[in-house]
């Protein structure tokens, strides 16, 4: 192949953001997560972000994250294998592993190299995954790098999963894998029958919590919480990106797993530390959640119980959801691009799913009101959807 061809097969397809006559991927922000933030020196109002207890752009957040860099400088320069590992790092692992009520925990640099890294370690050639077919496109393609067959079970139907696990001829390990708060729709996955199967059949479940810590559970312990599951025998993994509002991934599960997965996961050991900064972050995110869930939580609900309300009232077609976002069901993809567009135009910020994302006639358009926006910012958007009526798919 010539190097011509090489490029030009690497031309990015616009097709659709052409016809929709708007592309809204890459945002460009000049602010942090304010209520209202700024994009391209225009006012929004913030319903993208996973900011789901308001937390990003918090004074006590931010200057956590200041003495982080002042002890111990903006970086380590070094995988935690290596001189990466500070005292920081530990106190870090120790106070999630608490709070998820999990033996030990690592931190990666982003939950997607947690979940991309996970099965290969774990995974052997004759072992079988059995994964909800709508899970993330992170533990998707983790498992696709196991050396193992997997399968697909129908989204969050238990009697398909156990038909499966009835019907396994595997001579190894068997593990099941979900998410517990699907993000595109809201749904929480039954991790009580999950969990109840897999100990059942003994197999090793598996769960990203990312949109569930910090959201669900009694005081915003995940998923695990919510549903009261006590000595939990087997994966588990999240986002600090989202509630938790800084960054990093983490990985919990029984200590001897965890030690193993220090000197065996790839994406850890050959990876830059997390840096000060967040892992400061993420202690006093711990402590403003431990004090103030209750508040937070009861405006994270409220605000996302006003726009289903409201969206439905101004005739959205709006996705089933558990959890605290609200989906519309927008259509094709040009379709979809065309409602994000009215939106933007109004100053409402919203993140969009296409296809491959969802299936091409499956559009999704995501709100998430975090907990840091004000009762006039909520008001103005449910006053202004009545504008947008006319281009309902």
Partial sequence: MKTKQFYERCQLDDEVARLAGFNPYYPLLGSGLDDPVVIANHAFIDLASNNYLGLANDLR???AAINGIEKYGVSLCATPVASGYSEL???VEEAL??????EETIILPSCYQANNGLFQVIALPDDLILVD?????SLMEGIRSASCTFRLFRHNDMDHLQDLLNRNKCTGQVFVV??????TEGAIAPMDEINTLCNKYGAIPVVDDSHGIGVIGKNGEGVLSHFSIKDYQGIYTASLGKAMSTTGGMISGKASLIEYLRYSISHLIYSTALPPAPLMAVL???SIIDNEFSSLSEKMWRYAAQLKKGFTNAGFSMVSSEAPINSIKSGNSVETLILTRKFHELGILTTPFIYPSVPEKEGRIRLIAGANLSDVSIEYVLQSIT??????V
């Fill in 89 to 91: 790092f530990k106190n």
């Fill in 61 to 63: 957040v931010k200057e």
């Fill in 284 to 286: 006093e995110v711990l």
């Fill in 387 to 392: 504008n947008i009526q006319n281009i309902l």
């Fill in 178 to 183: 979900t998410e517990s708060v699907f993000s």
């Fill in 97 to 102: 592993s608490d709070f998820v009520d999990l």
């Fill in 133 to 137: 077919r709508d899970a993330h496109s």
